[in-house]
């Protein structure tokens, strides 16, 4: 069990923001968020799934809505706490610890200031070691795990539980509600027992995150051989160097979906075509698609190495796309179903970064 | 014939500039700031109308750093109570609670989060806690100078700012100073309450900046309407700039581009401003900077309003030339201001920019050729391919598109530009472009913008712009602009994820010439 306080706050923000590939909403306020929760209840422990008793019940918790209403109307706190109880009382069992469903974006932090709130651990794990649109886009749906029972709530004190057929009813039933109770909510799901969980989460991803945005910042600090060990680390690779030249924004369905279109540096001949759903989806260079989900597109400024995200995308910006491979986890049973390009529509098969 | 007086307070120099109707340039000064900006202001104002007829002048407009120095240097700011209504929403981050600890001590007082605010679609998240508003008000009494009020969703609903607003005046009285977060910002709640409770905490710097601003052009015999620049290079009115002092923090830049578009009589341009130790290079689309992306951080506080997209790197005249062992290295560090007496053509021992540029004939009348006659051509050739090359780099950063455009040159240090940079058209070099920044603020136009969500569902898209657009101009027409010139000069749409109706935030900006 390690203790994270404020301090280690900076580069676990920068590491989800990396891995929320453009989208997973802004944790810069979820780093806010977890940083009032430590000066009113204390640092956060943080235990490995090797940590804790094996038959300990163990639940995901996530906002859940849209970042663009989140950054007007900022969780406040009791509705993850009240979310997390209700499931509890459902079940009629004590969850014993918090586990991240996504790290990525802004529910990577969350999940610390829930755990901080009841007075148990958060678990260094997660179900996607990256942010992806919906709730059933899960290594633990792959496991044959369900989302359900889960608990929506609000923050003035309305709460649903759901039981559902399957995890893609899930994502819709609490969608739905969402948008009844303000577009910001609170959302605990996937209960499962620490067993469970050691067969089925994606193993030290918020310690995966953190050094990725440690290592990450020695990058943005121009540190001697820090590109080549960010790229090891990750077993990453740089997939494009150039120009955004055209950005397509369309507003057809309640995602937000693009295209950016960005030419190399030097070869005004050869572009990279990436798609948007919320998130950098899927790239294509040259008319071959070379980057698909679930593998990581994560744009960063070519001069600072800032992750960019999909709003702040703009014409003229100097980037860099690098590939990450995806969590080992995700690639079992139909992963390809749940995750892979034709589950976000995409007519092309997926392409492993190891050529 | 009509005249207007533009002033630019910067952090070297205050320079002052009378521009006719038609825009040209009538009379220019440049002169050192002064401990008390006020002195600099007054005594530049005096060069600038000496033979003017004073009763012409019609116009003067001021674009100060005063509002930005006072936050930097943490002067002369005041405290102010913060409250939110959105309870039981938005708990999660108190007002503050990201700030610099030593700014927190200076400005902030009571805070409190109490029942209101609104949620995306317009309804309330709950009903205004009116008495809680009271209470708030009793607490500040006596402690704090002003009240910042902000509530989720204000942006497009704002009944519960106007009445806590109200009632805080009940409470503490008319003179009491508040600001209303929807009169300051735009979406994103923290950021848009951090720049209110600023606005608030400058309210006083912002009254001393206007009233010694009215002094100094009423010891000059003006009597004029003044105006004082903002962020987007347009103008507020003295009377708002009393009350929206945030809005004037970077105008500085604004002005310069500005400045420079209006003189080389160019909308779609490169700008690049030298000046003694760095260089900032910007973009102007149709006649104003294309603004930045990036959240922007005033004094270590994040706010959300929108500055010209710059890049800014160290090289400026008096950048320092280095040779060491037949390796030629260029700055980063610089003589600055004293260039005019520690560069080797001036007769000192720093070898600088400005000194290559007089060697190889970029740079004319400035000192004594001579002097640089044992400076070799090889260290010349070394500096000015590193300088070109950065310039070129620069250009090609900030530009939108592969294609070429043209670069406009301004500033003390433009004689570093070369004529020829790839990727661009034509430097132009304009008149007067030394006090680009001053002329910027002489010719800037009144605005008015709008930023909200629209449900495209419901109305349709093209109905809902238009609506944003006639919002937009209205508001432009009321901070002055010219009913009949006023012009939509950007719309901005961004689809907002996972929200029904086809939820849109619209960005709209109008603005016009001053009506006569």
Redesign the interface.
Known sequence: MRKVDSADLDQLTLGATLLGTGGGGDPFIAKLMVEQAIQDFGAIDVATLDELDEDDLVATVAVLGAPTVIVEKIPSGPEFTNAVRALAAYLGKEIKAIMPVEVGGMNTLIPLAVATELGVPCVDADGMRRAFPQIEMTAFTLAGLSASPMSLADEKGNKVTFETTSNQVGEKLVRGSAMMLGLANAVSLYPMTVRQAKDAAVWGSMQYCSDLGRLLRAVQHQEDGAWDQLLEFTEGVVAFEGKIIDLDRRTTTGFARGTVTIEDFVDPGRTMRIEIQNELLLAIADGRAVVTPPDLICMLDHETSEPITTETLAYGQRVRVLALPCAPEFKRGNWLDVVGPKAFGYDVDYVSLEG | MSYRIGIDVGGTNTDAIVVDGSGAVVAATKSATTPDPFDGIRHSMEKVIAGIDTNEVTQAMLGTTHPANAIIQRRGLQRVGAIRL?A???????PG??WPKDLLDTIMGPIDIVGG?N??DGTP??PLDEDAVRRFAAKCAGTVTAIAISA??SPATFDHEERAAQIIEEELGGEFAVSMSHRVGA????ERENATILNASLLGVARTVVSGFQTALAENGLVVDSYITQNDGTLLSAEEAVRFPVLTLGSGPTNSMRGACSLAGLADALVVDVGGTSADVG?LVDGFPRES??AIEVGGV?TNFRMPDLISIGLGGGTVVRETGGEVTVGPDSVGYKVVTDALVRGGDTLTLSDISVHVGRLAGFGDRELVAGVSRATSDAALAWVDEQIRIMAD??????HAMPLIAVGGGSHLVPDEVAGVTEVVRPNHHAVANAYGAAIAEASGSIDR?FR?EERGRQASLEEARNLAAEAAIRSGADPNQVRITSVH????????G?A??VQVKAAGPLAP
């Open positions: 959105a039981p929403a938005s708990m999660g981050v108190r609670v990201a605010g949620e995306f998240i709950a989720p969703f979406l994103g709640l923290l973009i992306t990036a994040r950063r900030m530009k939108a598109s592969r969500v495209f749409e961004v689809p907002l994820s996972y929200v029904p086809q849109c935030r």
